[in-house]
């Protein structure tokens, strides 16, 4: 899960992911995520936690030094740098999904995003949408297909969903696009 290390101007947000806490918690889904305690980071880990769940964190040991992990997580892996964090993020988590956040939460959701297009990994992405949050990037989706940059089955890739019940359904449905860009014995790591 990405999502920001700020809860936002909106108690909606904090709302959205305490649900997406129990959700996964209820599902018994375990949560990879950036290993943070602020923000909906926080919110969600102690949602999943106060569940019965379990909470993964995986953060740089800059972070760890600057006092924001979370320390009451099932597991926390420190690891050396953001290429490192988001390389075992990406190995431990079976999907990802984008509750609010900033550009650190965009750049991580298209990045798994376009791996799945290239055939890296073949697991879902997609975004709790709180409030029309993310209108806009489904807008940019249509408009990239429009334009002529991206292949429609790439853009229904992505799941836009309001409730976390939704996404986790969507996510259990998926079935990756048959892929074009790399045959399995090119495939790359990231």
């Known amino acids: 899960m990405f999502c920001g290390s700020k809860p936002g101007n909106d108690e909606a947000y904090a709302d959205a992911a305490r649900a997406m806490g129990h959700a996964l918690a209820e599902s018994g889904i375990e949560l990879v995520y950036g290993g943070g305690h602020v923000g909906l980071m926080g919110i969600t880990a102690d949602a999943v936690l106060a569940a019965g769940g379990r909470a993964i964190g995986v953060i740089p040991q800059a972070l760890v030094d600057r006092e ?30 984008a509750l609010p956040g900033g550009a650190g939460t965009l750049e991580e959701i298209c990045e798994q995003w376009t791996w799945g297009q290239l055939g890296i990994h073949a697991k879902p992405c997609g975004f709790l949408d709180v409030g029309g949050y993310y ?56």
């Open 135 to 190: 209108a806009p990037v489904r807008e940019m989706v249509a408009n990239m297909i429009a334009a002529g940059f991206l292949a429609p089955e790439h853009g229904a890739m992505l799941a836009f969903e309001t409730e976390p019940a939704a996404i986790i359904a969507r996510f259990r449905a998926y079935v990756a696009p048959p892929r074009k860009w790399l045959a399995p014995a090119e495939r790359v790591r990231p």
């Open 68 to 97: 924001l992990a979370h320390r009451s997580l099932s597991e926390l892996h420190i690891v050396g740098s953001m290429h490192e964090r988001k390389r075992l993020m990406a190995d431990l988590a079976d999907g990802f999904v």
